[in-house]
């Protein structure tokens, strides 16, 4: 398994652990505790992992990269979670943000910066100038379907309205595409496909 494969996994498992009505018996807190540990981990390896395996040419790109990284970090985070406020309190999306506020809260800034982190991750692998053809290309493609296919197997599994699942699917998927308008500029692997021709 690819650490492409491993990053995209923990994003979605992250997912996995949004307090809802339906699992308000499970002691949220409790069930948070171990992910939140293993995931921190996981994100600083991710982040740091093309530092660390940059060939030597690459190393100053690459790090170029990371710094602009992290404004692009802060950026998509914070469109994800206007993303979820705005769902939860003007769409009214079936949550336990009443009842469990904080859980929420800290559900939502927990899985916004993964989800900000693994999809700037991503983005170094495409190679294509325009910041809005990347911007679709992460947002919608890569993020937008996968949350789709994650979502629309919930009804699988738990009684559910179809049209909240479809409304959070679309919103979300809209505000982490704006969001990815301010990825930094991909230079080190556009470089190495020209140069490689």
């Given at each position: 398994?690819?650490?492409?494969?491993v990053t995209e996994?923990?994003?979605?498992?992250?997912?996995?652990?949004?307090?809802?009505?339906?699992?308000?018996?499970?002691?949220?807190?409790?069930?948070?505790?171990?992910?939140?540990?293993?995931?921190?981990?996981?994100?600083?390896?991710?982040?740091?992992?093309?530092?660390?395996?940059?060939?030597?040419?690459d190393k100053p790109?690459?790090?170029?990269?990371?710094?602009?990284?992290?404004?692009?970090?802060?950026?998509?985070?914070?469109?994800?979670?206007?993303?979820?406020?705005?769902?939860?309190?003007?769409?009214?999306?079936?949550?336990?943000?009443?009842?469990?506020?904080?859980?929420?809260?800290?559900?939502?800034?927990?899985?916004?910066?993964?989800v900000s982190a693994?999809?700037?991750?991503?983005?170094?692998?495409?190679?294509?100038?325009?910041?809005?053809?990347?911007?679709?290309?992460?947002?919608?493609?890569?993020?937008?379907?996968?949350?789709?296919?994650?979502?629309?197997?919930?009804?699988?599994?738990?009684?559910?309205?179809?049209?909240?699942?479809?409304?959070?699917?679309?919103?979300?998927?809209?505000?982490?595409?704006?969001?990815?308008?301010?990825?930094?500029?991909?230079?080190?692997?556009?470089?190495?496909?020209?140069?490689?021709?």
């Amino acid at each position: 398994m690819s650490l492409k494969n491993v990053t995209e996994l923990f994003m979605w498992a992250v997912y996995l652990f949004e307090p809802l009505p339906h699992s308000e018996g499970a002691g949220f807190t409790n069930i948070i505790a171990y992910p939140l540990a293993d995931g921190i981990a996981l994100i600083v390896l991710g982040l740091l992992i093309g530092l660390l395996l940059a060939k030597g040419s690459d190393k100053p790109a690459a790090m170029q990269y990371a710094n602009k990284a992290w404004f692009s970090l802060i950026f998509v985070f914070a469109c994800f979670f206007a993303g979820r406020v705005f769902l939860y309190t003007v769409m009214d999306i079936y949550s336990s943000i009443d009842t469990y506020f904080f859980e929420t809260i800290l559900w939502v800034t927990i899985t916004g910066i993964t989800v900000s982190a693994v999809l700037i991750w991503f983005s170094q692998f495409i190679v294509n100038r325009s910041k809005v053809i990347r911007a679709v290309l992460i947002g919608c493609v890569l993020f937008g379907a996968n949350l789709t296919i994650f979502n629309f197997f919930v009804p699988l599994v738990f009684m559910s309205d179809i049209t909240d699942l479809l409304i959070r699917t679309l919103f979300e998927t809209f505000f982490v595409t704006v969001g990815m308008l301010f990825l930094p500029e991909n230079k080190i692997f556009y470089e190495s496909t020209v140069c490689d021709h």
